[in-house]
Each structure stands twice: as structure tokens, then as C-alpha cells.
């Protein structure tokens, strides 16, 4: 099922006003929305949605976002063995996010998305973890947040 969103979401997605996709969806533009009571319904395609072309003026230059990248969320257990002797102050961070080259750390994740747990004994990452769990949405760490898109 597509997920759908209002006016605003779907501006910001396309890189336009509100205004501008208002006036798009009168026109009868944006594919699959429709109207109940006084707010609009957009679906989307893809993560965006999709404008029809117009019949006269410039071709239109909507923003198309890159999907976001891969995030692999795993546990260090070498972490968790050594923070056992340690005081709170002194504990090292336990669960490890990678995603496009950089590694953050944090002790709490919640994933804003679907997600998937992965079990791969025979071919780790590259820091030895068999089990972990990939995501292509936003990460929020207690205290911060790893955004998708980069």
C-alpha cells in the first residue's frame, strides 16, 4: 500500500510551495489525489508524488530526492562484556549505526520505518557482526538524530 501524506509534505518532498501544488492539484495534475472535506490526500510513488505533465509553458523541474542509504544497526557485545565491570560514566555506547561510510553510536534507536532483521553467519560485516538489523529510514538516537537522507 502506498503511504500517502497533505499539501504540505508532498510541497516539501517536490521542492515547491504549497501553494504551487495546490494550483497543480486543481488542475487535476497529481496523480491518484483526492479531495475529503477541505484536505487533500496525495499519494506517492516511489517516496514522491507524481505530477503529470501540463500542456503548454516550460517542462517543470521537481526535485527528485535520492532514495536514502542502507543503514545497518547492530550490537557490539564486545561493548556490552566490557561495560559490565564499569561505572555508568565510563560505559561505552553498545549499538553501532552504519550507514554511507560514517558510524555512529548511541545506547537507545528508535526506527521511524520499516525495517528488517538479517542473520547472515557466513557472510559478516565488516566489524564481524552475523546478526543486525537494515533500514532506509530515519534513525532517531536518544539525544539526536541520523537522518535518512544525506
Known sequence: MNKCVGTTEAASL???SSRRLRQLLEKGRVRGAYKTGKFWIIPLFNHL?????????????????RPPALAK????????????KKSPKD?????????????????????????????NPDHPLDCGAR???ETFSDIHFVGGSFPASR
Open 49 to 65: 508524488p507524481q505530477i503529470t505533465k501540463g500542456s503548454r509553458g516550460p517542462k517543470g523541474k521537481w526535485r527528485t530526492s
Open 73 to 84: 544497526i547492530n550490537v557490539n557485545r564486545n561493548h556490552i562484556g566490557s561495560n559490565i
Open 131 to 133: 546478526l543486525w538489523i
Open 91 to 119: 560505559r561505552k555506547p553498545v549499538i553501532s549505526v552504519k550507514r554511507s561510510g560514517n558510524n555512529l553510536y548511541g545506547n537507545e534507536v528508535e526506527i521511524l520505518g520499516p525495517s528488517k532483521i538479517v542473520y
Open 14 to 16: 517536490l521542492g515547491i
